[in-house]
C-alpha cells in the first residue's frame, strides 16, 4: 500500500515538474506572441519572424517558434509586391514548416498552415505551380480538418479559398463565406492548448468577412 502511495506521488510530482518546465520558454513565447493579431505592415512581421527565429535557434526541440516563423512568412507575403522576394517567402515558410512538421508530425495546425503556403505558391505563378501545389494545397488542407475538426484557422482556410479561387477553377464566393461565417463562430469557443498555441486568425476572417458584404 505504501509502495503505490509512493508511485502515485512519485507521478503527480513528475507531471507537476513537466507542466512548469522551462518557464522562461514560455514567458519569451507569449512576450512575442503580443500584438501578433494586429499586425499590419511587412517590418512588423518581419520583427517577429526574426523573434521567433531566434527564440527557435535556442530551443531546437519546440515546434511552434518555427511554425509562427513560418505564419510570418505567409503574412508578409500577403504583403509584399516583389515577385522574387516572394518566391523567397515561400521558400522559408516551406523549409520552417517542414522543421515543425518533423517535431511535431500530424499537426492540424501544421497542415492548415501549409496548405497556406501551398496557396502562396500558387498565387505566384498560377500557371506554372497550379497542378502541382493546388491538389497538394487542398489535401493538406483536407488533413489539418480531420485532425481537428475544431480548428477555426482550417475552416477559414477553407472559406478563403473558395472565396478567392476563380469559379472555373472550383471557386464559389457564397460557399466560401458560408465557411468563413462558420469558421467565425468556431472562433468564439475556441480555446488553445495553452497560452503559446495557435490562437490567431479572427481578425483575418473578420476581414475576409467584411469583403464578402
Known amino acids: 500500500m505504501k509502495n503505490t502511495l509512493f508511485l502515485c506521488v512519485l507521478l503527480i510530482s513528475g507531471f507537476a515538474a513537466h507542466a512548469q518546465t522551462n518557464p522562461k520558454y514560455i514567458q519569451t513565447m507569449e512576450k512575442t506572441l503580443q500584438g501578433l493579431d494586429s499586425i499590419i505592415t511587412v517590418e512588423g512581421w518581419q520583427t517577429k519572424s526574426n523573434a521567433f527565429e531566434r527564440i527557435g ?10 511554425y509562427y516563423v513560418a505564419l510570418c512568412q505567409v503574412r508578409i507575403f500577403n504583403l509584399e509586391k516583389d515577385a522574387a522576394k516572394q518566391e523567397a517567402l515561400c521558400t522559408k515558410a516551406d523549409q ?4 515543425a512538421d518533423s517535431l511535431n508530425p500530424n499537426n492540424s495546425e501544421i497542415y492548415v498552415l501549409r496548405s497556406m503556403a501551398a496557396s ?3 498565387r505566384l505563378n498560377p500557371m506554372v505551380n497550379g ?23 482550417a475552416e477559414m482556410q477553407k472559406g478563403m479559398t473558395l472565396y478567392f479561387t476563380p469559379a472555373q477553377w472550383g471557386g464559389d ?3 466560401g463565406k458560408e465557411s468563413l461565417l462558420k469558421a467565425k463562430a468556431m472562433f468564439a469557443t475556441f480555446k488553445p492548448a495553452s497560452s503559446i498555441h ?16
Not at 526541440?61 to 518555427?66: G, M, N, S, V
Not at 520552417?96 to 522543421?99: E, I
Open 120 to 122: 502562396m505558391h500558387i
Open 173 to 175: 464566393p457564397v460557399k
Open 96 to 99: 520552417f514548416l517542414a522543421r
Open 198 to 213: 495557435p490562437n490567431w486568425g479572427l481578425a483575418m476572417n473578420e476581414a475576409i468577412l467584411g469583403m464578402a458584404k
Open 131 to 153: 497542378q502541382k501545389y493546388g491538389p497538394m494545397a487542398s489535401m493538406l488542407l483536407e488533413k489539418s480538418m480531420q485532425l481537428d475538426p475544431s480548428n477555426p484557422r
Open 57 to 66: 535557434q535556442k530551443e531546437t526541440k519546440e515546434w511552434l517558434p518555427q
